[in-house]
């Protein structure tokens, strides 16, 4: 039994059940309980008066069970006197539980005014229109609602730290992209040399300035929840021990009712998107001593791709006149086309010119040179594909189709450039228009001999241009 029942019990004992009040001159009736003299004497006094049964001459009934006792067989109760008189002078039962106004037992909670008063206060003309209950039942009503607060701030605290989550994670991939972006100017420097050392420190310090002024904006917003959560924590602390205290005490230290609360929550920084651009100046140029004259091989064009030479002014593919069309070479899926001539070394560089409509959807790079030509698969490395492709309405890059891995443009380039490592296992994608880089595969090895391919999306999406031959899908 703890310090606090163990002094609960003591004023139990010490006080008489129809004063109230600690015992003073304690007497025990016969049948075995306890009141003080004069509380005992007047209750039967009272009892005189009354009408009712009849009673044995000079017996009275005992306002605890009711049994009859002769009225003079009241025993003092001497160490009863002593409890009482020690229940006094405990420091921690003093009676807080008194009106300061009456010096009566604080047993009713007023509504109106949100605070305990006695039974005198109830009568008295300032309380006696006012809602009263007792004490014990306000109470309880106020430990629920404190349960109730306490399980809301455990659900926003809940919320806090889901948040505080998200954003070590906005954080995390933020410095991985970041990572990404570093490891590819280095490498992009390193094709064209030391010589451009000095633009690439400016384009690293330019990332790491992006990377400081957008994680500093991430870890405050870190900062801030985690702030909130300990304030949260406090907060929830406080109402646990206020709901732990006895019901007058709860009462005393909520006043007049619990505090609502409104959590508010920082703004969540967004994902970010680098606007650090891969440059290399004169990358494009030196790429260029790479270029081959790409020559596309109308055996494997789609029935309905379209493939004029401006050189000879002829078409190299028509419409399709009889089923002997559909040769085993001919990509049928897809309105696609390969270039006639395989890579299994070296570096390689060509450039595709586009004039497509906002909705067009194609696809340039490389392939395997045995890859499906009749069923539609996935265009991923998986499948023997290394391609970037537009998808409908969009103003981003599509690595692969099943997981996209989107490289973000402002608009669409008009002029792409592809260039094949073939030994190095890369294949990477530029912007002709602003000579920026646009992606990367890389792999340890390729499986075999690939093609350039190339794949246009629907009539009507426009034309592509590799070296002299237009490309576009009969309507």
């Known amino acids: 039994m703890d310090a606090v029942e163990l002094a609960r019990k003591l004023k139990e004992e010490a006080t008489c059940s129809i004063c109230l009040d600690y015992f003073n001159d304690p007497v025990m009736t016969s049948c075995g309980h306890n009141f003080c003299r004069e509380c005992i004497q007047m209750s039967w006094e009272k009892a005189k008066g009354k009408k009712g049964r009849r009673r044995r001459k000079g017996s009275f009934a005992c306002p605890e069970c009711r049994e009859t006792s002769p009225h003079r067989n009241l025993r003092p109760n001497r160490l009863l006197t002593k409890v009482a008189e020690m229940a006094r002078q405990h420091p921690g039962l003093q009676r807080q539980d008194l009106c300061r106004l009456h010096q009566e037992p604080l047993k009713l909670f007023c509504e109106d005014d949100q605070r305990p008063i006695c039974v005198v206060c109830r009568e008295a003309k300032e309380h006696r229109l006012h809602r009263a209950r007792p004490l014990d039942e306000a109470a309880q009503d106020y430990k629920l609602k404190l349960e109730k607060d306490m399980e809301y ?237 537009l998808s409908k309405g969009t103003k981003y890059l599509c690595t692969t189709m099943a997981a996209p891995t989107p490289v973000t443009l402002t608009e669409p380039p008009s002029h792409m450039g592809i260039f094949l490592d073939f030994e190095a296992g890369e294949v990477s994608f530029y912007s002709v228009n602003d000579g920026s880089h646009l992606h990367t595969y890389s792999q340890a090895a390729f499986p075999g001999p690939l093609q350039p391919f190339f794949c246009l999306g629907a009539p009507k999406c426009g034309q592509m241009v590799i070296s002299t031959v237009t490309v576009w899908v009969k309507g």
């Open 153 to 389: 701030l455990r659900e926003e605290m809940s919320k806090t730290g889901n948040l505080q989550a998200k954003e070590e994670q906005a954080l995390d991939e933020w410095q991985n992209k970041v990572r990404r972006r570093r490891e590819r100017i280095v490498l992009e420097f390193a094709k064209v040399g030391l010589c451009l050392a000095e633009e690439e420190r400016r384009l690293l310090q330019a990332l790491k300035e992006e990377e400081e002024e957008t994680a500093s904006r991430l870890q405050e917003s870190k900062a801030l929840l985690a702030q909130q959560s300990h304030s949260l924590e406090m907060l929830l602390l406080q109402l646990e021990d206020w709901s732990q205290r006895e019901p007058l005490q709860m009462l005393q230290v909520c006043g007049r009712g619990s505090n609502s609360f409104s959590i508010r929550y920082p703004e969540v920084v967004p994902p970010a998107v680098l606007r650090t651009v891969c440059r290399v100046p004169g990358e494009i140029a030196v790429l260029k001593s790479f270029q081959e004259d790409v020559v596309l091989d109308p055996t494997s064009a789609y029935p309905y791709l379209l493939l004029y030479e401006s050189r000879q002014r002829c078409y190299l593919s028509c419409p399709p006149e009889g089923t002997e069309f559909y040769n085993k070479d001919r990509f049928v899926a897809y309105p696609c086309v390969v270039g006639q001539k395989t890579f299994s070394s070296g570096r390689h560089y060509w450039e595709v010119g586009m004039n497509l409509t906002g909705d067009a959807l194609w696809a340039l790079g490389v392939c395997r040179d045995n890859v499906s030509r009749k069923d539609r698969v996935p265009k991923c490395p998986e499948n023997g594909f290394w391609v970037v492709q």
